[in-house]
Structure formats: C-alpha cells, structure tokens
C-alpha cells in the first residue's frame, strides 16, 4: 500500500516552460488536494478536488491548473513558471472533505520545484 | 481572516523532558477540528494529534498531549519524555467543520523543535 505518491521529488525549471506534477493514491479518497510550502510558512492550498472530473480553486491558484481525469490521480500544471512558483508542493487525500473521526490527511512525501 | 499564530520559531528540549509549543487560532465559527502536525527532514506530513473543538476534554496520544482552551483559542502541545526522533517541524492546523470547508487546512507557520542528547 503506497498511500500517496508524488512524481518527480525534485525539479528545475526555466522560466516560461511548462511541467505537470502528478499525484497518485491507491486508498479510493474521494478529495485530493494541492498545497505549497514556502520557507518559514506552512501550507497553503493551491487547488482541491472532491471526486473524479472536478476541481475547485484554494487560497493560491493563481498560475497554476489541475486535472483529475481519474479518481486516484491529481495533476498540478504550471503552464509558465515563474521564480516565485519556487516552493515546496504536497499533494494530500482523503476520504471526506474535514478531519473528523475516522478519516485524515494523507500527504505525499513532497516535490521540490525551482524555478530559475 | 482565519489565522493560526505559533509564537515560538524555535525551541530546544533535552532528550526525557518535556516541551511545549504554543498555538492560537482565531475564526469565529464555534465548529471546527484542531491538527498538530509533525514534518521531519524527510519533509513528510505527519498527523500527531488531533482535537475536535466540541470536545472539552484534551486529547491524549502517547507522549502527546494537548491543552485546548476555546474560549482563549489556545491549542498548545505538550511531548513528554521528548525523544531525538522528535525533532522537527511542528504545524498547528485547524479546518472549520461544515461542507464548505473543503479540505481547506489552515496552517501556523510551524515551530522548529530541537532535542539535545
């Protein structure tokens, strides 16, 4: 059981080019999520998903997009990046939208992007 | 605005103590889920504790403890008997609990723990 995975780890980008970040998670959760991470912050959501072919805009979407064509899968797209798109990103799941009883947050191991 | 505040940039304990590390929150919403998490240098997100805001009593996992005051929004945590795996990055996070929250985690800007051996 891999939880969820993020692909690559690290990243560097010129700017103006275009990459994909993709999140995957083998437990069928229902919401899937995008933060970043910039140092001396804690996460910040970037774009959310609650099931398969939806997506909704969080507290940062501006320069980015995201697909979930599948339900196991979350893609993060930068159509040009830009040096302040250096960050941290995570992807996280989970079964419902809010902590509560039975489910939490699972999050990716991260992916460092730089953007030069 | 929705805000967590951890006061404390950094701390240092001596490996067996115990440490606190403050939290406050402000919303004004009466329903939501309080998170303490922990983030090592392998970067990845770990779930410590968790607290709903409906429950007075404070939440117990092992070494980690939580004092939550609601009416003050204070959500500190305490580990006992820190130990050097400990060391990390602490996040307080809270997430209001209704249908519109959607997953949106608001997070402190975090608490480097330092344990000394």
């Known amino acids: 059981n891999a939880g969820v995975t993020q692909t690559p780890k690290f990243r560097v980008l010129k700017t103006g080019q275009s990459m994909t970040l993709l999140c995957a998670q083998d437990?069928?959760?229902?919401?899937m999520y995008w933060y970043r991470q910039d140092p001396g912050m804690g996460l910040r959501l970037i774009h959310y998903?609650?099931?398969?072919?939806?997506?909704a805009k969080g507290e940062v979407p501006d320069g980015y997009n995201v697909s979930r064509l599948k339900k196991q899968n979350f893609l993060l797209g930068l159509e040009s990046a830009a040096p302040s798109q250096t960050s941290v990103y995570f992807c996280?799941?989970?079964?419902?939208?809010?902590?509560?009883?039975?489910?939490?947050?699972?999050f990716g191991s991260g992916t460092q992007l730089s953007v030069l | 605005a929705q805000t967590v505040t951890q006061s404390q940039p950094e701390m240092s304990v001596q490996e067996a103590e115990t440490v606190t590390l403050s939290c406050t929150y402000d919303?004004?919403?009466?329903?939501?889920?309080l998170f303490w998490y922990k983030q090592p240098p392998s970067r990845q997100m770990i779930l410590v504790i968790r607290?709903?805001?409906?429950?007075?009593q404070n939440a117990t996992e092992n070494r980690f403890s939580v004092n939550f005051q609601k009416a003050a929004k204070s959500f500190s945590l305490k580990i006992s008997d820190s130990q050097l795996g400990d060391a990390a990055m602490y996040f307080c996070?809270?997430?209001?609990?209704?249908?519109?929250?959607?997953?949106?985690?608001?997070f402190g800007k975090g608490t480097k723990l330092s344990v000394k051996p």
């Open positions: 996280a799941s989970s079964y419902s939208s809010q902590g509560g009883m039975n489910e939490k947050l699972f």
């Open positions: 437990m069928n959760h229902e919401y």
């Open positions: 998903s609650v099931g398969e072919g939806t997506t």
């Open positions: 919303t004004s919403e009466s329903d939501y889920y």
């Open positions: 607290q709903e805001a409906y429950k007075q």
């Open positions: 996070a809270y997430i209001l609990n209704y249908g519109g929250s959607q997953g949106n985690l608001i």
